[in-house]
C-alpha cells in the first residue's frame, strides 16, 4: 500500500501546549504551575525566526570537544528512551555534556546533554530528591512525569513541536530526554532557555540557559527537476542542507493542474543506500527527514494525487557523502 507524507509521519510521544512570558510574578506563577496538573500530551514550544534574539544572547558555549566519552551512560538513556537520534549522536560522541543544576522544593534538576544538527535540538536530564514520587502518569500528572517552558522575550504565539520521553527511573533518580523539531531552522542557536515546572509529583521552578553547540553541516544545490510524464507537473528541488541526524530539502512547484483537491506528497518508504532515513514532516516548501549518520543516499518519490488517482513524478537522488 502506498502512503503519504503525513501518514507515514512519525507522531510524537507526548506533546502539550502550553505558553509563557518573561516578568511573570511570584502568584501568577503559582497559578500558571497548578494549570500544568491537566497538561495535556501535546508540546508546544517556540518557532519563530525572532525567538533567535533571546536564545543568541545567555551564557558561554560548552566546547563541542567537552563530549560525553567519559559519560557513556547517556547513550544508554537514549537507547531506553528508543530515540534514535540521540544514540546515534552518543555512539559518535556527537554530545556535548553539560554540568548545570538548579535545587527547588526539595529536588535538585541536572541538565547532563545536549546537542543541536542544524534541526533537531537534544537535551538529557537527572532529577533527585526525596520527594519524588514513585508513581508518574495514570491520573498522578502528565503521562512524560514532567513539564516545563521555554522563554520568549516577546509573545507567547509561536511554536515549534517535539518528542519528550517518559521518566526513566535510575536507582534514587528519575532521567528523562527531549528532542525537538526546529522548524524554522535557526542558525544562532547558543543557548536553550528552559524552565521545568513539574517533575515527578513535584511543582517548582528549576531554570536554566542551556549551552547550546551546532554540529558541523553543509548545504548542497540541487538544482534538480522532477517531473510528470506529460510534463503537466513540474517541481523543482533547489537545495538541500545535511545535517548530522536530519536532511532538510528545498523544492519550488513550478507548474501543476491546479484541480481541486491537487496535493503534491512524498511516497512514505524512503530509499537510501546505506543507513535509513525516514519523512518528519513538510514545512514551507521544504521536506524535513530523520536520517541515520552514515547514510549515504537518499532517493525521494514525489507525486501529486487528486481523490484517489497519482501520479507519479521522476525520483529525486541525494547524494550526502
Given at each position: 500500500m502506498r502512503n503519504d507524507l503525513f501518514e507515514e509521519i512519525e507522531v510524537p510521544n507526548t506533546e502539550?501546549?502550553?505558553?509563557?512570558?518573561?516578568?511573570?510574578?511570584k502568584g501568577k506563577q503559582a497559578q500558571k504551575l497548578r494549570k500544568n496538573k491537566t497538561i495535556s500530551k501535546r508540546i508546544s514550544i517556540f518557532s519563530s525566526v525572532a525567538a533567535a534574539a533571546v536564545l543568541a544572547s545567555g551564557l558561554v558555549?560548552?566546547?563541542?570537544?567537552?563530549?560525553?566519552?567519559?559519560?557513556?551512560?547517556?547513550?544508554?538513556?537514549?537507547?531506553?528512551?528508543?530515540?534514535?537520534?540521540?544514540?546515534?549522536?552518543?555512539?559518535e560522541q556527537l554530545l556535548t555534556k553539560v554540568n548545570e543544576s538548579v535545587t527547588n522544593n526539595g529536588v535538585?534538576?541536572?541538565?547532563?546533554?545536549?546537542?543541536?544538527?542544524?534541526?533537531?535540538?537534544?537535551?538529557?536530564?537527572?532529577?533527585?530528591?526525596?520527594?519524588?514520587?514513585?508513581?508518574?502518569?495514570?491520573?498522578?500528572?502528565?503521562?512524560?512525569?514532567?513539564?516545563?517552558?521555554?522563554?520568549?522575550?516577546?509573545?507567547?504565539?509561536?511554536?515549534?513541536?517535539?518528542?519528550n520521553a517518559r521518566l526513566v527511573k535510575e536507582g534514587d533518580a528519575y532521567v528523562g530526554a527531549i528532542i525537538f523539531d526546529n522548524d524554522r531552522e535557526l542558525n544562532n542557536l547558543t543557548t536553550l532557555p528552559i524552565t521545568f515546572t513539574y517533575i515527578?509529583?513535584?511543582?517548582?521552578?528549576?531554570?536554566?540557559?542551556?549551552?547550546?553547540?551546532?554540529?558541523?553541516?553543509?548545504?548542497?544545490?540541487?538544482?534538480?527537476?522532477?517531473s510528470s510524464k506529460d510534463q503537466d507537473y513540474i517541481v523543482q528541488f533547489t537545495d538541500a542542507i545535511i545535517n548530522k541526524t536530519s536532511l532538510i530539502v528545498h523544492f519550488d512547484i513550478q507548474k501543476q493542474a491546479g484541480l481541486e483537491g491537487e496535493r503534491f506528497l512524498f511516497r512514505g518508504k524512503v530509499k537510501t543506500k546505506n543507513g535509513y532515513a525516514s519523512l518528519r514532516r513538510e514545512h514551507n516548501n521544504s521536506i524535513i527527514l530523520e536520517k541515520g549518520i552514515d547514510t549515504e543516499t537518499v532517493i525521494l518519490e514525489p507525486y501529486f494525487k487528486i481523490g484517489k488517482k497519482e501520479i507519479d513524478l521522476t525520483p529525486i537522488e541525494i547524494q550526502l557523502k
Open positions: 502539550v501546549q502550553h505558553a509563557i512570558k518573561q516578568g511573570i510574578s558555549i560548552a566546547p563541542i570537544g567537552n563530549v560525553l566519552a567519559e559519560v557513556p551512560f547517556i547513550g544508554d538513556y537514549y537507547q531506553k528512551f528508543q530515540l534514535s537520534i540521540g544514540k546515534e549522536l552518543a555512539s535538585t534538576m541536572a541538565i547532563t546533554s545536549a546537542f543541536y544538527d542544524g534541526y533537531f535540538l537534544g537535551i538529557t536530564f537527572k532529577a533527585t530528591g526525596a520527594k519524588l514520587s514513585d508513581e508518574i502518569g495514570d491520573g498522578k500528572g502528565p503521562e512524560s512525569g514532567y513539564t516545563f517552558d521555554l522563554f520568549k522575550q516577546n509573545d507567547d504565539t509561536d511554536e515549534f513541536g517535539g518528542t515527578a509529583g513535584v511543582f517548582g521552578e528549576w531554570t536554566f540557559n542551556v549551552p547550546i553547540e551546532t554540529l558541523p553541516s553543509k548545504t548542497q544545490s540541487l538544482q534538480q527537476a522532477s
